[in-house]
């Protein structure tokens, strides 16, 4: 270490005397501080992203909880919605969400079933459609607005009028069918995707078995795979309820309505939604602070619906996975 | 169908049976056809499959077709034109020509650049805070969290994502806007600040979901060969683990980017909705998805304002397609490419 020599050679061979135990001793800490730095940078993102859930999640449930009664829910809005409850936008959620479920899960369990079981892999058709869902899970939710009224209110429903009615406006407006046709449209790729991946886990055994018993490919489709992936496919109908119970964009113009003095009475009249009164509420309503209890607490109807229908999605899928896992 | 044609016994293996060996000839396997129906059924599926393809077209479609007129309707194209919007004009009463939305004022504006301005500053901050957010949280929960931490956390983020737009728009109304402005000192209640914070509240989940199946999709050979050379593991991670986990990552910043330009009730509620060309973000802005909500229930069905919304909904619908597109094609390329090396 202590040479006469000049500075240059020395630091050199300074360097090259360390021993190898000092030379990992620098190292270590160095590393130690850049694990430490990255794991806790990393952990306080994951922290706060679950802060913010935290917050939200408190703030609703203390503000909105106070004024949740029975009552809220069985009553209409009254006193220009100062008072009184949602029971009208409950019930036309559920008509809504009713008519989605049954227009749009048909659709995209038969796509994902031709996609997983009939397409061959690599057709162009296949490819297409594979392009078609992943863009349509990516379209503006108020861009299906602007197609709800360009297609099903003002072509669809002004042809239905023209042709049935002689021009007089049955369905060439914003109605309950309208809405729920569009949301049925934007849900799509989400009862696709879920399905999809039930068929995948379906093991490839059972679908083999029940060829070589000799059973049509339609007939396994039926009877073998689409039983065992009955559980995913019902992730896929709970996750587009979901979606479709807490959307507002789709049905601004095609059906929704701020208030009604009666319940939907069919397919081509209004309705409401807790969306979209809270939206209302939030937004245009003249006396904010006499409004915000039942806004807090139409929030909290809405969070807590949606995530009981999330929560039972992901153990209703949790099932599946570990049902693909024992299947391999 | 392969394997029931298989399982059919084809003609030319009867030869084999009829060798000098064999005494009696074994009964021969055959599956009736399937019925004529069943057919049927396999083309209704196709059909309903591409259904997805007729809803994207159809879409594009009666979009274009409402926004078409500002092309050839001289009624319209009287009021305003495409050149209109986009440059800016020198409109009676202003010094200078500037871009202007007023489309209910006396002499209507169509100027595009205040909400193609806003659109972008609320999308800046938005990625700004759900980038490092997303990205950092799925590396933590990929790599340096437990097991079961994991399991906790992974499905507490995606139920961040089930939260309805209108009530994350309602939040950042009613709550955020006032902590941010007494925090910050703002001078407008509802601006590009709270609606893009609000907003990265929606993005967040989108990016960590495709980030952490990213980083799990890194093959473990990748970091045990690093790690093997004598590197640490934030060695790993950042040179390792990052670059081979990127173009997940991209798409999945590419799809959080798409979903950000897009919302609506978000920015609707918590924007301010002033159409204002500046470049301060604690200024209100509008963007082209709120102004589309906020005007389409009160124009006159096929008048030039009417037209105009559904221009700027084409806009949005030709912006997002391009940009999911672009995320697609580099999830399937990662995918591919990860798929081979593991």
């Known amino acids: 270490m202590s040479t006469n020599a000049g500075p240059a050679p020395k630091d050199a061979e300074r360097r090259r005397n360390k021993t190898s135990a000092q030379r990992v001793f620098v190292r270590t800490v160095s590393n130690?501080?850049?694990?430490?730095?990255?794991?806790?940078?990393?952990?306080?993102?994951?922290?706060?992203?679950?802060?913010?859930?935290?917050?939200?999640?408190?703030d609703i449930a203390r503000s909105g909880s106070s004024h949740l009664s029975i009552a809220f829910l069985t009553q209409a809005?009254?006193?220009?919605?100062?008072?009184?409850?949602?029971?009208?936008?409950?019930?036309?959620?559920?008509?809504?969400?009713?008519?989605?479920?049954?227009?749009?899960?048909?659709?995209?369990v038969a796509t994902a079933i031709y996609l997983h079981e009939y397409a061959p892999a690599q057709s162009r058709l296949t490819r297409l459609i594979r392009i078609a869902v992943a863009n349509l899970a990516g379209v503006p939710s108020i861009v299906f607005g602007l197609f709800g009224l360009g297609f099903f209110v003002q072509f669809l429903g002004a042809g239905i009028d023209k042709m049935f009615f002689g021009g007089q406006k049955v369905y060439g407006q914003p109605a309950l069918l309208w809405a729920a046709l569009t949301m049925a449209v934007l849900t799509l790729p989400v009862v696709i995707v879920a399905t999809e991946e039930a068929l995948r886990a379906v093991p490839r055994e059972l679908r083999e078995a029940s060829l070589a018993l000799g059973a049509t490919k339609l007939q396994t489709v039926i009877h073998v795979v689409v039983p065992q992936a009955s559980a995913g496919i019902l992730t896929g109908m709970i996750l587009a309820v979901s979606r479709g119970a807490g959307e507002v964009a789709p049905i601004l113009f095609t059906g929704a309505a701020y208030f009604l003095p009666h319940l939907p009475k069919g397919l081509s009249s209004q309705?409401?939604?807790?969306?979209?009164?809270?939206?209302?509420?939030?937004?245009?309503?003249?006396?904010?602070?006499?409004?915000?209890?039942?806004?807090?607490?139409?929030?909290?109807?809405?969070?807590?619906l949606t995530f009981v229908l999330n929560i039972a999605a992901v153990v209703v899928r949790a099932r599946v996975r570990r049902q693909n896992s024992f299947g391999h | 169908m392969d394997r029931e044609t298989a399982l059919?016994?084809?003609?030319?293996?009867?030869?084999?049976?009829?060798?000098?060996?064999?005494?009696?000839?074994?009964?021969?396997?055959?599956?009736?056809?399937?019925?004529?129906?069943?057919?049927?059924?396999?083309?209704?599926?196709?059909?309903?499959?591409?259904?997805?393809?007729?809803?994207?077209?159809?879409?594009?479609?009666?979009?274009?077709?409402?926004?078409?007129?500002?092309?050839?309707s001289g009624a319209i194209r009287h009021e305003v034109t495409l050149a209109k919007m986009w440059f800016s004009q020198l409109w009676p009463g202003y010094d200078e020509a500037a871009s202007i939305w007023q489309p209910v004022s006396e002499i209507p504006k169509f100027g595009l650049w205040p909400l193609i301005v806003g659109t972008v500053k609320v999308t800046i901050v938005s990625m700004a805070v759900a980038v490092p957010l997303g990205v950092g949280s799925a590396l933590y929960v990929s790599q340096y969290a437990r097991p079961r931490t994991r399991e906790i956390v992974k499905p507490l983020i995606e139920l961040l994502a089930g939260i309805p737009s209108v009530v994350l728009g309602f939040f950042a109304l009613i709550v955020m806007a006032s902590w941010f402005q007494n925090v910050l000192g703002l001078e407008s209640r509802?601006?590009?600040?709270?609606?893009?914070?609000?907003?990265?509240?929606?993005?967040?989940?989108?990016?960590?979901?495709?980030?952490?199946?990213?980083?799990?999709?890194?093959?473990?050979?990748y970091v045990e060969a690093s790690t093997a050379l004598g590197a640490a593991r934030w060695q790993t991670v950042l040179r390792v683990l990052l670059p081979a986990a990127s173009p997940g990552i991209a798409a999945g910043v590419a799809l959080g980017l798409g979903r950000a330009i897009g919302e609506t009730m978000?920015?609707?509620?918590?924007?301010?909705?002033?159409?204002?060309?500046?470049?301060?973000?604690?200024?209100?802005?509008?963007?082209?998805?709120?102004?589309?909500?906020?005007?389409?229930?009160?124009?006159?069905?096929?008048?030039?304002?009417?037209?105009?919304?559904?221009?700027?909904g084409t806009l949005l619908f030709l912006a997002t397609f391009f940009i999911n597109t672009v995320g697609d094609w580099t999830i399937r390329r990662m995918k591919a490419k990860l798929g081979g090396a593991s």
């Not at chain 1, 940078?41 to 802060?51: H, K, N, Q």
């Not at chain 2, 209100?284 to 906020?294: E, F, L, N, P």
């Open chain 2, 190 to 221: 509802l601006n590009a600040i709270v609606s893009g914070v609000a907003l990265s509240f929606a993005v967040i989940p989108v990016i960590f979901t495709l980030s952490e199946e990213a980083f799990r999709a890194v093959p473990r050979s």
């Open chain 1, 77 to 108: 809005p009254r006193e220009g919605m100062t008072a009184g409850g949602i029971f009208p936008a409950i019930v036309g959620m559920v008509e809504m969400v009713f008519l989605m479920t049954l227009a749009g899960v048909p659709v995209g």
């Open chain 2, 8 to 72: 059919a016994m084809p003609g030319e293996r009867r030869k084999h049976t009829t060798s000098r060996f064999a005494t009696t000839r074994p009964p021969r396997l055959e599956l009736a056809p399937a019925p004529r129906w069943h057919r049927l059924i396999e083309w209704a599926l196709r059909l309903l499959a591409a259904s997805a393809v007729l809803a994207i077209a159809l879409i594009l479609i009666f979009i274009a077709k409402e926004a078409a007129p500002l092309l050839y």
């Open chain 2, 266 to 312: 978000i920015v609707l509620m918590a924007s301010g909705n002033a159409a204002i060309v500046s470049g301060n973000f604690a200024d209100s802005v509008r963007t082209i998805s709120a102004t589309i909500a906020a005007e389409l229930s009160e124009v006159v069905f096929g008048e030039a304002h009417y037209t105009v919304l559904f221009f700027l």
């Open chain 1, 32 to 58: 130690r501080l850049g694990d430490a730095t990255m794991a806790i940078s990393s952990g306080l993102a994951t922290a706060l992203v679950l802060a913010i859930l935290a917050v939200i999640l408190f």
């Open chain 1, 271 to 304: 309705f409401m939604t807790p969306s979209y009164h809270v939206y209302v509420l939030a937004t245009q309503s003249p006396d904010v602070d006499a409004t915000k209890p039942i806004l807090y607490t139409t929030v909290l109807v809405l969070v807590a």
